[in-house]
């Protein structure tokens, strides 16, 4: 094989892609096993002795890890109300003709472009009068709002997808639509709603505005706390990268487990 | 085991959809609608919750007026229609040039990691791409003024001026999602028949006519798709340009999202930010319906 310019060209493109895409985040990475010193130095240091201090550090600090347990509670919960409630309307959108099917679908579906600070307001309103704000109620039924309907959108294709021969069978034995559902659809549906699921937990748990808005002391998620730390004389830089880290590094092992569905995730399947 | 009374050609009830998607539409209708009805009903009101003493009086289209005449709501706007058209035709060409350095064929294996990498820009939390940019354009360490420095142009104080934060917010933007628009390309190209790539490229050795005339037309669902919902997402944006620049410095980075938060929750003015926020919703509602519209004709 000899290596033509055409296929340098290539190759470096591509290496100028993955530089690009992953600059961020390792240079986030870096800066959280540097010393305040070495953070502080003009110019950056590219080499530089690493150190566990800032990881300690947080660690240690009841605060984050406050914050990314009320965010694992946050997440975890919404995703599976949103399963709950979500996967049985699949069913219901992807095996039902029924009138107004299609206002209902596109419903659900235009919950994704509303933007939170519109909703923010009035729950905000609302939940200070019902003495429920700081809460994780609050965040878990917020966050519904765009959890549900990916489950529903991602969850419909999936149930579309199985033949509908399988229900004629069971159908004929005798049992009934729960039963149906439950035994048919739920098992053979599972990667769809797997799918779904992790991604409801991701834009769960990367939300800032309504975890901002709506809590005070006692639920504050990991990115509130991230960001609480931006105030004040000298910012402790490494303990901000560090818990940065913290938070970015789970939801990335989660999105590249479903990397190959990302764009059908994130625009609802616009684009197949 | 219960049976349904199913009637014998469709095999379920006539109610039988409904008690599948009674319970998520009403939690959506509780947490979807419910509070837009309230914000609507306030965005009528006086309602400041730093003056509770005065009630929340109705003022019929009082804060509409005000918001409407309100120079800084109006510039918001502008701002975040000026961002949007600065970041789109950045993200569409670079996205446009990956997704073609992905299709070429051969080096499979760099391609695949290439591909795989895309996806992390996309699950960073916002938050945090604004925590990162605090770092990386901070005038005395940040990394932005060393890679300045090396092509020979003098250090720059990013985030001191209304320029430099500017320019800020539409890099880390444009970091966060071109993968997005390149992954759409992507799927775009894919779906050109191999069949007929082969024959356009066998009888044409120029890339740009092979782009105009074979895989244009099949990138142009995608190009829709990624102009609508970027619009949808600048809308939203918040996260990221709060936590780098609160919207500063002066007024240089005060995205409509940002604005309308520190009506509501810095000055307390709830009635006038109320109707700040219809009004953004019934530009998202429109948006929304062209989505729609568009792009799923087909599934109706």
């Known amino acids: 094989m000899r290596l033509s310019s055409g296929k340098v060209a290539h190759a470096l493109g591509l290496a100028a892609v993955i530089a690009f895409s992953l600059f961020p985040f390792y240079w986030m990475v870096a800066a959280s096993f540097k010393t305040q010193t070495d953070l502080l130095a003009s110019p950056p240091l590219w080499l530089f002795t690493p150190t566990l201090q800032n990881y300690q550090d947080i660690f240690a600090d009841s605060k984050v890890i406050g914050a990314v347990g009320n965010s694992l509670i946050v997440a975890t919960s919404t995703t599976l109300l949103a399963v709950l409630l979500g996967a049985p309307a699949a069913f219901a959108l992807a095996r039902y003709e029924f009138r107004g099917k299609g206002d209902l679908w596109f419903w659900f579906i235009s919950n994704r472009m509303i933007s939170p600070i519109v909703l923010a307001l009035p729950v905000y309103m609302l939940a200070l009068q019902m003495r429920i704000l700081d809460t994780h109620l609050v965040l878990v039924l917020i966050y519904l709002t765009f959890t549900l309907p990916i489950v529903v959108w991602i969850c419909t294709d999936q149930f579309k997808s199985i033949p509908p021969e399988l229900e004629q069978a069971a159908r004929l034995d005798g049992a009934s639509q729960f039963t149906i559902f439950r035994k048919i659809y739920l098992p053979l549906g599972a990667p769809g709603i797997a799918v779904s699921a992790i991604f409801s937990f991701i834009f769960s748990w990367n939300e800032l505005l309504y975890a901002l808005v709506l809590t005070r002391r006692t639920v504050q998620t990991a990115p509130v706390v991230a960001t609480s730390f931006m105030s004040g004389y000298e910012l402790p830089w490494g303990k901000i990268m560090a818990t940065g880290t913290v938070i970015v590094l789970p939801v990335t092992i989660f999105a590249l487990i479903v990397s190959r569905h990302m764009v059908r995730g994130l625009t609802m399947g616009a684009t197949k | ?300």
């Open chain 2, 1 to 300: 085991m219960p049976q349904t009374t199913a009637t014998p050609n469709r095999g379920y009830g006539r109610w039988t959809p409904f008690w599948f998607l009674a319970p998520s539409v009403a939690m959506l209708f509780l947490i979807g609608i419910y509070p837009l009805l309230f914000a609507l009903v306030t965005s009528f009101r006086r309602y400041n919750l730093t003056r509770p003493r005065e009630g929340f009086p109705f003022v019929g289209f009082d804060n509409y007026a005000a918001v409407l005449t309100d120079s800084t709501f109006w510039s918001s706007l502008l701002l975040t229609a000026k961002f949007y058209v600065t970041v789109l035709p950045i993200q569409i060409v670079l996205g446009m040039g990956i997704a073609l350095l992905l299709h070429k064929p051969g080096l499979g294996l760099l391609k695949s990691l290439a591909r795989v990498t895309l996806v992390v820009p996309l699950a960073t939390t916002y938050a945090v791409v604004g925590l990162i940019g605090r770092l990386v354009f901070n005038r005395d360490f940040g990394v932005a003024n060393q890679a300045l420095d090396l092509l020979g142009i003098g250090a720059f104080d990013w985030l001191g001026s209304p320029a430099g934060a500017f320019a800020a917010i539409v890099i880390l933007d444009v970091w966060q999602w071109t993968p997005f628009c390149a992954l759409i390309f992507l799927a775009g190209l894919s779906m050109v028949p191999g069949e007929i790539e082969e024959a356009a490229r066998l009888e044409t050795s120029s890339k740009l006519a092979l782009l105009r005339y074979v895989q244009l037309p099949y990138l142009m669902p995608g190009l829709t798709a990624v102009m609508i919902l970027r619009s949808a997402d600048v809308l939203k944006l918040f996260d990221m340009v709060f936590v780098m620049t609160r919207g500063g410095p002066g007024s240089a980075t005060d995205l409509v999202s940002i604005y309308i938060q520190r009506v509501g929750f810095r000055i307390f003015d709830l009635g006038t930010a109320s109707a700040q926020a219809i009004l953004l919703l019934i530009l998202t509602i429109v948006i929304s319906r062209l989505y729609i519209r568009v792009l799923y004709r087909e599934v109706n």
